[in-house]
C-alpha cells in the first residue's frame, strides 16, 4: 500500500478572516447571485454577504484578497479591496 504521505509541511495554514470589497456593476438580484456564485466556488471560502445598495460584498474564509478579486473581475463585476475605514480617506495617491 501507498506509505502514509506527509503533507504537513504542504499545508500554508492562512487564518479565517473576513474581508471586504468594493464591487462595481452589481445592479440587481441577479448580479448579486453571479457574484455570490462566482466567490463561493473559491477555495477556502466559507461565506460570502453581498449589498446590493451599498456595493460591498464580504467575504470570509481562509482566503486573500486577490483571488476574490480576480474571480470578480472575470464575470464582470470589477472589485476592489475595502478599507475598513472608508469614510476616513486621507491619502489620495492621484492628487
Ligand atoms: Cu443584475
Known sequence: MNPAPDFADNLEELTMQTIEL????????????????????????????VDLTAGRVRVTGSVEAEPLITALDSVGYPAQLATSTASDIKDCDQC
Open 22 to 49: 468594493n464591487v462595481q456593476g452589481m445592479t440587481c438580484s441577479s448580479c448579486v447571485k453571479h457574484v455570490n456564485a462566482s466567490l463561493n466556488q473559491l477555495a477556502g471560502v466559507t461565506s460570502v454577504e
